[in-house]
């Protein structure tokens, strides 16, 4: 199993900071993907990045693949009360099961 | 169109009983997948079915756990004598092949 470390575990901000969460590993991966779970649902895919140093914005969300491809980070500017929820990084290499993190637990006050 | 179904939701049982975990997956996906989530850890892969081939069951933590995916389409998982450490979200999703995985909402296993 590869192992994704995501950090911070929990994080309470209040509506109008930015944030940062990140994922390491001491692996390789093809691809690594990001999600957002709320209570009682299944993760939602936000994106997909495959392409060492690549760059991809979601309107206040910046994601970035590491150049070596061991790491990933999820900027989110101005956060919102609806960015809340429970935001997971999972890697990919057999072309089917993905490695998870933990996950970061995000918390947005008005 | 329809997402990926779970039932049921919700799932108590006591120490020692057997359950059935059942999974619809969007219609069309050749691609299953099961995966594990409990409190405080992350997902964990459980088994993945791919059309007609042998699944990959690489992930199953014990012999008390198995999984059949029925006329390549409803996919049950069946955790027999469970026991509390088996408390968990069971998720399960589905893709067409190589393509990104579609998640259900998951059942919430208790064992008391």
């Known amino acids: 199993t590869q192992l994704l470390e995501q950090s911070p575990q929990f994080l309470s901000i209040q509506e109008g900071e930015n944030l940062?969460?990140?994922c390491n590993s001491s692996s390789v991966f093809s691809s690594l993907q990001w999600y957002r779970q709320?209570?009682?649902?299944?993760?939602?895919l936000l994106v997909t990045v495959v392409t060492g140093g690549e760059v991809k914005k979601l309107k206040r969300l910046t994601f970035q693949?590491?150049?070596?491809r061991k790491d990933s980070s999820l900027h989110i500017t101005a956060a919102q009360p609806g960015d809340t929820g429970l935001y997971l990084c999972a890697g990919e290499n057999s072309g089917y099961a993905l490695n998870f993190g933990k996950g970061t637990s995000l918390l947005v006050t008005p | 169109g329809a997402g990926v179904s779970q039932s049921p939701s919700n799932k108590v049982t006591?120490?020692?009983?057997?359950?059935?975990l059942r999974c619809d997956p969007i219609s069309g996906h050749t691609a299953l997948y099961w995966y594990r989530q409990s409190l405080g850890q992350g997902l964990e892969f459980l088994i993945y079915f791919q059309g007609n081939s042998a699944p990959d069951k690489s992930g199953l933590p014990s012999d008390r756990f198995s999984a059949e995916r029925t006329g390549?389409?409803?996919?049950?998982?069946?955790?027999?004598?469970?026991q509390q450490e088996d408390s968990a979200v069971y998720l399960c999703a589905s893709s067409e092949p190589g393509l990104h995985q579609y998640f259900g909402p998951g059942t919430r296993l208790t064992v008391l």
Do not use: N, W
Not at chain 1, 38 to 44: L, N, T
């Open chain 2, 72 to 82: 390549g389409s409803v996919s049950t998982l069946t955790i027999q004598r469970t």
């Open chain 1, 65 to 68: 693949f590491g150049d070596a």
């Open chain 2, 14 to 20: 006591e120490k020692g009983k057997d359950v059935e």
């Open chain 1, 20 to 22: 940062t969460v990140y």
């Open chain 1, 38 to 44: 709320e209570p009682g649902e299944g993760p939602v």
